[in-house]
């Protein structure tokens, strides 16, 4: 266990709403997510001094974080736009607790939101698309987003013996999840038939491995153990957190089938002084559904290679080992872009409460969440804990 | 650009000595003097011993598929014509891994461990962009 371990709390988290939405832009969900928040934990606007975002791509500023203070008129003492990918929202809770534990300011709202859905030019959507591979020694290949992934499925199905079934098995148990989150963009079953007959995108992927495209956005509020204790909420302590980063662009992946999570995931349960037995619920970054599985194994959620069997024996659903993603995740919940991972957070947040309904893990206290940016390269890990855990 | 030209690199200085090789039908790599490690992409350093004595040298063109997909919804239209077209990662003899194509190659052909050469197709005057096909192709009896 090392300094810093349960200082900093979490005491307020919510999501907008999700899927297509129109009467509102970033800014406005990110301030309606914000109010959500603070209203969750019994705070004003007043009470935040410091800030941190992440810049939308479909409503960019050269300096969203400023952008963001500004359009809130709030003038916080710390104030970050963050950008790593899809592991932003995960790395910066590090980063507000860090400022939090240093004395540069006591509340940190967080707060983010992107219209993939309907915000996008179609000029904007197609640089997005084009923006995954390195400019020059990859996308002239003309590899998308997805196909990125399948190399990385394909590579673990070789190394592994990983059958086709399994990665369909990941889509389905995020849509069974998402089934019993009313807020949840994709809700109708789905069986393993569906996804292997489904479109296909990238091979070995189709079209319900990959995650979904979405407007949405999410909060939270983080502070100090001290003052987290007098607030609405039980508070959801941040136990243990780590980074690593191996590569950003797959051509420089040093491992295909293993990636930085496995530094990441060290540090955070050393950090936590706790290990991947002591897990009672996940949020794992699921763009992709093989990310799911190499993220099992490099976090030791699951023996290496065996994330394809553990999968197809119900280890992530709801009732199995590990249950992932009560919510539904990217797969099935939202994906919004840079904001999705927050979704994890606030769902961990839920179920460390004990307020997540019909899809509540019994007798949740320590929960890990994950994310990864670019292609498997930016890693971020948190463990989260319960009053009892401290 | 219009929607039917293919996405072109953009070179840098650090780059031009390898896209006048793809031109001339060499797979250039840069090759540490000092320390003998072997880099692509191009750097102002050895990213081994950190030595700046780079010289650029010839491939032997050949390596393996590391792994491959094929992409059946392209990322831009230039590519719309080719679906399902494949994109691999080839481990070089020499050491390093990059991304390319695999033409004049089966869906059944192709599979990791696959080994593979280089080829050059003209994207325009400058840019031979390289891609790979099946060694001993000329072999394989129809």
């Given at each position: 266990?090392?300094?810093?371990?349960?200082?900093?709390?979490?005491?307020?988290?919510?999501d907008t709403?999700v899927?297509?939405?129109?009467?509102?832009?970033c800014?406005?969900l990110c301030?309606v997510a914000?109010?959500?928040?603070?209203?969750?934990?019994?705070?004003?606007?007043?009470?935040?001094?410091?800030?941190?975002?992440?810049?939308?791509?479909?409503?960019?500023?050269?300096?969203?974080?400023?952008?963001?203070?500004?359009?809130?008129?709030?003038?916080?003492?710390?104030?970050?736009?963050?950008?790593?990918?899809?592991?932003?929202?995960?790395?910066?809770?590090?980063?507000?607790?860090?400022?939090?534990?240093?004395?540069?300011?006591?509340?940190?709202?967080?707060t983010m939101a992107d219209?993939?859905?309907?915000?996008?030019?179609?000029?904007?959507?197609?640089?997005?698309?084009?923006?995954?591979?390195?400019?020059?020694?990859?996308?002239?290949?003309?590899?998308?987003?997805?196909?990125?992934?399948?190399?990385?499925?394909?590579?673990?199905?070789?190394?592994?013996?990983?059958?086709?079934?399994?990665?369909?098995?990941?889509?389905?148990?995020?849509?069974?999840?998402?089934?019993?989150?009313?807020?949840?963009?994709?809700?109708?079953?789905?069986?393993?038939?569906?996804?292997?007959?489904?479109?296909?995108?990238?091979?070995?992927?189709?079209?319900?491995?990959?995650?979904?495209?979405?407007d949405g956005g999410a909060a939270?509020?983080?502070?100090?153990?001290?003052?987290?204790?007098?607030?609405?909420?039980?508070?959801?302590?941040?136990?243990?957190?780590?980074?690593?980063?191996?590569?950003?662009?797959?051509?420089?992946?040093?491992?295909?089938?293993?990636?930085?999570?496995?530094?990441?995931?060290?540090?955070?349960?050393?950090?936590?002084?706790?290990?991947?037995?002591?897990?009672?619920?996940?949020?794992?970054?699921?763009?992709?559904?093989?990310?799911?599985?190499?993220?099992?194994?490099?976090?030791?959620?699951?023996?290496?290679?065996?994330?394809?069997?553990?999968?197809?024996?119900?280890?992530?659903?709801?009732?199995?080992?590990?249950?992932?993603?009560?919510?539904?995740?990217?797969?099935?919940?939202?994906?919004p872009?840079?904001p999705?991972?927050m979704?994890?957070?606030?769902?961990?947040?839920?179920?460390?409460?004990?307020?997540?309904?019909?899809?509540?893990?019994?007798?949740?206290?320590?929960?890990?969440?994950?994310?990864?940016?670019?292609?498997?390269?930016?890693?971020?890990?948190?463990?989260?804990?319960?009053?009892?855990?401290? | 650009?219009?929607?039917?030209?293919?996405?072109?690199?953009?070179?840098?200085?650090?780059?031009?000595?390898?896209?006048?090789?793809?031109?001339?039908?060499?797979?250039?790599?840069?090759?540490?003097?000092?320390?003998?490690?072997?880099?692509?992409?191009?750097?102002?350093?050895?990213?081994?011993?950190?030595?700046?004595?780079?010289?650029?040298?010839?491939?032997?063109?050949?390596?393996?598929?590391?792994?491959?997909?094929?992409?059946?919804?392209?990322?831009?239209?230039?590519?719309?014509?080719?679906?399902?077209?494949?994109?691999?990662?080839?481990?070089?003899?020499?050491?390093?891994?990059?991304?390319?194509?695999?033409?004049?190659?089966?869906?059944?052909?192709?599979?990791?461990?696959?080994?593979?050469?280089?080829?050059?197709?003209?994207?325009?005057?400058?840019?031979?962009?390289?891609?790979?096909?099946?060694?001993?192709?000329?072999?394989?009896?129809?």
């Amino acid at each position: 266990m090392t300094k810093g371990r349960g200082q900093v709390a979490i005491v307020g988290a919510a999501d907008t709403a999700v899927g297509k939405i129109t009467d509102l832009d970033c800014q406005a969900l990110c301030a309606v997510a914000a109010e959500k928040a603070l209203a969750d934990a019994g705070l004003n606007f007043a009470d935040v001094d410091g800030l941190v975002t992440c810049n939308a791509m479909s409503q960019p500023f050269l300096y969203p974080a400023e952008a963001l203070a500004e359009y809130l008129q709030i003038f916080p003492n710390y104030c970050v736009g963050l950008g790593a990918g899809g592991a932003a929202a995960v790395s910066v809770i590090q980063h507000a607790a860090l400022a939090i534990e240093a004395g540069l300011c006591e509340t940190v709202l967080i707060t983010m939101a992107d219209r993939l859905r309907s915000g996008l030019t179609r000029e904007q959507a197609r640089q997005m698309q084009s923006a995954a591979g390195h400019p020059e020694f990859e996308t002239p290949y003309g590899p998308s987003a997805p196909a990125l992934y399948a190399l990385v499925a394909q590579a673990h199905m070789h190394a592994y013996g990983t059958s086709r079934e399994a990665l369909a098995a990941v889509a389905v148990t995020m849509r069974e999840h998402a089934g019993l989150h009313p807020g949840a963009q994709k809700r109708d079953p789905i069986s393993i038939e569906d996804v292997l007959s489904s479109r296909p995108v990238a091979t070995p992927l189709n079209v319900l491995d990959c995650s979904l495209v979405s407007d949405g956005g999410a909060a939270i509020v983080l502070t100090s153990a001290e003052r987290a204790r007098n607030l609405r909420q039980p508070a959801v302590f941040l136990l243990g957190s780590g980074e690593g980063h191996s590569h950003e662009h797959l051509s420089a992946a040093h491992d295909l089938t293993r990636s930085a999570a496995v530094e990441s995931g060290r540090q955070a349960y050393a950090r936590a002084g706790l290990g991947p037995k002591d897990i009672d619920v996940a949020g794992l970054y699921d763009c992709f559904t093989p990310v799911v599985l190499v993220l099992l194994e490099d976090l030791g959620l699951c023996p290496r290679g065996e994330s394809g069997a553990f999968v197809l024996d119900g280890g992530i659903r709801l009732g199995g080992a590990l249950p992932v993603n009560p919510h539904g995740g990217l797969l099935s919940h939202c994906h919004p872009g840079n904001p999705g991972s927050m979704f994890h957070v606030t769902e961990m947040v839920t179920q460390l409460r004990g307020q997540a309904g019909k899809r509540q893990v019994p007798n949740a206290e320590v929960a890990l969440v994950h994310a990864q940016g670019g292609t498997l390269s930016s890693h971020s890990t948190l463990i989260l804990g319960s009053e009892a855990t401290r | 650009m219009s929607a039917n030209d293919y996405i072109l690199p953009r070179v840098t200085p650090l780059s031009a000595a390898y896209w006048e090789g793809c031109r001339i039908g060499e797979l250039r790599l840069q090759h540490c003097l000092d320390c003998g490690h072997v880099q692509l992409p191009p750097r102002f350093h050895c990213t081994r011993c950190r030595g700046s004595r780079l010289e650029w040298r010839a491939s032997s063109g050949r390596g393996r598929v590391e792994s491959f997909t094929w992409i059946h919804i392209p990322l831009a239209e230039a590519w719309a014509h080719e679906v399902p077209y494949a994109v691999a990662l080839i481990r070089l003899e020499e050491g390093p891994m990059m991304m390319s194509n695999l033409r004049e190659c089966s869906e059944s052909q192709l599979s990791v461990g696959l080994e593979v050469t280089v080829t050059f197709e003209a994207r325009n005057e400058t840019i031979h962009l390289p891609q790979f096909r099946p060694a001993g192709e000329e072999e394989v009896t129809p």
